[in-house]
């Protein structure tokens, strides 16, 4: 369901909800809550005042047009794009042919098959505007091409020229401060976008560009809010209750310590490490306050850790205070390597998240065992998210067979309500897609063990 339905449907707030959407409140409350401040993604990108509105630049796009073909785009960036995939993509339907053609891979190893045999994609699809094929007769004989990946390319071309039309961006101006006469919904995006009065989303392809860069920090705050949409019997595991109980009391704690110094001087922040951090780290720091408005009383410190979350070649430490209760703090290293900086670890304080690590991956799994190793051992909640089914699968599959002894499963790996609503595709094979979390799931270390004695 849109957003732009969903609000036509509510009309008035409903009364109640299991989840807690909100409290029937007075009309003039609500209007009040309506008029809250809103802080501008789009501001903070750029190092210069806002343009009056009489001196914005016009659109790069002449007619407001959003369709063209990469190699006709009028922006410079989408032009390189398409001559890189050119340059290094496939013809899928090349690569169909000398697949079925090979009697086995060993045969493909022996006569030497790789992406070379494959013609490389000069034909641009018509409907798409991406180079997908090597000829127009490959592109009509590709009937998966036009049932099942044309059109998300139709929509990813369109997105990015308006992400890079010029035109004001007012779906990243995000509503600041929580009333507290509203219960945020962590239902799913819909309910979400609603309750915390994000009004400047008006349709679908607002709800893409938005959801990609919130996708972190609201998947964060979903797993550790008391009305997360993850509860027991619906993946969330008995184990699973238990360590987000402990993260939750810690949460209550901060609200009482509102009241009572003494209190808030006892309790410590708590720590949320984004271990392999890399695009999360790179979006501007603002956005995270989002997290912090979903838990106005409590300190929160994140911790990126990972060899890219620092683009410096030459600075291996950073920290960046949003506000008097959120800080975060970059790390360039393998965790397993920086650990002593961040020991010891306490399970009421302490949680950890891998957004789309790659640890079923031949290429990544070896750095990501030596961490896996020493996160068990804080027996503190771990949470990952994959690209897709399959990449999410892999991981767990490895967790299961390398560490299945060692760990209790806290979430049953499943969609995740946070997903990025946009699709991104590999540059050098379109047909391969990924969604950013599009999949989670959470473990810890056993906190005990049981052994036999003879």
């Given at each position: 369901m849109s957003l732009s339905i969903l609000r036509n449907r509510i009309g008035i707030l409903p009364h109640h909800s299991k989840y807690g959407i909100v409290s029937r409140i007075g009309s003039a409350n609500f209007l009040k809550a309506q008029q809250r401040t809103l802080f501008s993604f789009k501001n903070f990108l750029s190092k210069s005042k806002p343009?009056?509105?009489?001196?914005?630049?016009?659109?790069?796009?002449?007619?407001?047009?959003?369709?063209?073909?990469?190699?006709?785009?009028?922006?410079?960036?989408?032009?390189?794009?398409?001559?890189?995939?050119?340059?290094?993509?496939?013809?899928?339907?090349?690569?169909?042919?000398?697949?079925?053609?090979?009697?086995?891979?060993?045969?493909?190893?022996?006569?030497?098959?790789?992406v070379a045999h494959s013609k490389r994609p000069t034909f641009e699809?018509?409907?798409?505007?991406?180079?997908?094929?090597?000829s127009k007769e490959h592109w009509e004989l590709d009937e998966q091409h036009k049932n099942e990946v044309c059109k998300y390319l139709r929509v990813a071309n369109e997105d990015e020229h308006d992400l890079r039309s010029g035109r004001r961006m007012?779906?990243?101006?995000?509503?600041?401060?929580?009333?507290?006469?509203?219960?945020?919904?962590?239902?799913?995006?819909?309910?979400?976008?609603?309750?915390?009065?994000?009004?400047?989303?008006?349709?679908?392809?607002?709800?893409?560009?938005?959801?990609?860069?919130?996708?972190?920090?609201?998947?964060?705050?979903?797993?550790?809010?008391?009305?997360?949409?993850?509860?027991?019997?619906?993946?969330?595991?008995?184990?699973?209750?238990k360590s987000l109980t402990a993260i939750r009391t810690t949460i209550r704690e901060h609200e009482l310590a509102k009241s009572d110094k003494n209190l808030a001087s006892m309790i410590s922040p708590i720590r949320i490490f984004v271990l392999g951090a890399r695009s999360?780290?790179?979006?501007?720091?603002?956005?995270?306050?989002?997290?912090?408005?979903?838990?106005?009383?409590?300190?929160?410190?994140?911790?990126?850790?990972?060899?890219?979350?620092?683009?410096?070649?030459?600075?291996?430490?950073?920290?960046?205070?949003?506000?008097?209760?959120?800080?975060?703090?970059?790390?360039?290293g393998l965790f397993h390597e920086q650990i002593w900086s961040f020991a010891p670890f306490d399970p009421y304080n302490d949680i950890f998240f891998m957004f789309n690590p790659g640890i079923g991956h031949s290429l990544t799994h070896n750095s990501w065992k030596p961490t896996i190793d020493k996160l068990l051992e804080t027996k503190c909640p771990i949470f990952g998210t994959g690209f897709n089914e399959n990449d999410m699968n892999n991981d767990v599959s490895i967790l299961e067979k390398e560490h299945g002894e060692q760990l209790d499963w806290l979430l049953q790996p499943r969609e995740n309500p946070f997903a990025s609503l946009k699709k991104d595709f590999g540059l050098n094979d379109l047909r391969v897609w990924a969604i950013a979390n599009w999949g989670i799931y959470g473990f810890r270390g056993k906190t005990y063990e049981v052994r036999s004695v003879e």
């Open positions: 343009q009056k509105q009489e001196n914005r630049p016009k659109s790069l796009l002449p007619d407001n047009n959003l369709f063209y073909p990469l190699s006709k785009s009028p922006i410079k960036a989408i032009v390189e794009k398409g001559k890189t995939i050119t340059e290094h993509g496939i013809c899928p339907t090349c690569d169909t042919v000398h697949k079925a053609s090979d009697a086995s891979h060993e045969q493909h190893a022996h006569n030497n098959y790789s699809c018509p409907d798409c505007g991406y180079p997908t094929h090597c007012s779906e990243f101006e995000f509503p600041s401060s929580q009333s507290p006469e509203i219960v945020v919904n962590l239902s799913n995006w819909d309910t979400f976008f609603y309750t915390r009065n994000f009004l400047t989303i008006k349709n679908d392809r607002s709800l893409r560009h938005v959801s990609k860069i919130l996708s972190y920090p609201i998947t964060i705050g979903a797993v550790m809010h008391p009305y997360s949409p993850f509860v027991y019997g619906k993946g969330l595991t008995h184990e699973g209750v999360e780290a790179m979006l501007p720091p603002l956005v995270y306050l989002q997290l912090h408005y979903l838990f106005p009383n409590s300190m929160l410190n994140v911790y990126f850790v990972g060899p890219e979350c620092i683009p410096s070649p030459d600075e291996t430490r950073s920290t960046v205070s949003i506000s008097s209760k959120l800080s975060l703090k970059y790390y360039k």
